[in-house]
């Protein structure tokens, strides 16, 4: 079951970031604590900036779902489950394994680029 998009953004960038305070995750809707990492995610769509902020676990989800949509056959964007329809997989694949907290933060903190020391 490849995903299947109408219309794509006309620019997009997403980083991980260190939230200062608490944010509400628009995957799932729960609490993105004050000193944890989440995705922030901004661009352009129809003309309108956006942005979102995805907790660590459900960008595990959508790694782990791009994963078995790749092995289905489905590539590239077709494979990527976004944040709309992430619920409904999530209901509709009772046997996937869900992700913890300590799984997103882990999978989060090797996607943030590293400080290098002394330059400037």
């Not at 305070?21 to 990492?37: D, F, M, R, V, Y």
Request: with cysteine; glycine share 8%.
């Amino acid at each position: 079951m490849c995903f299947v998009y109408d219309d794509h953004v006309d620019v997009y960038r997403e980083e991980i970031r260190k939230a200062r305070k608490q944010h509400t995750c628009e995957g799932c809707g729960k609490a993105i604590p004050a000193e944890t990492l989440y995705v922030y995610g901004s661009g352009v769509f129809d003309k309108r900036g956006f942005s979102s902020k995805i907790c660590g676990v459900c960008r595990v989800h959508q790694k782990r779902i791009e994963a078995i949509e790749n092995d289905h056959g489905c590539y590239r964007n077709s494979a990527w489950c976004p944040l709309e329809e992430l619920g409904q997989w999530l209901y509709d694949n009772p046997d996937f394994e869900l992700a913890t907290v300590e799984q997103g933060q882990a999978l989060l903190q090797t996607m943030r680029p590293r400080k290098q020391r002394g330059v400037k």
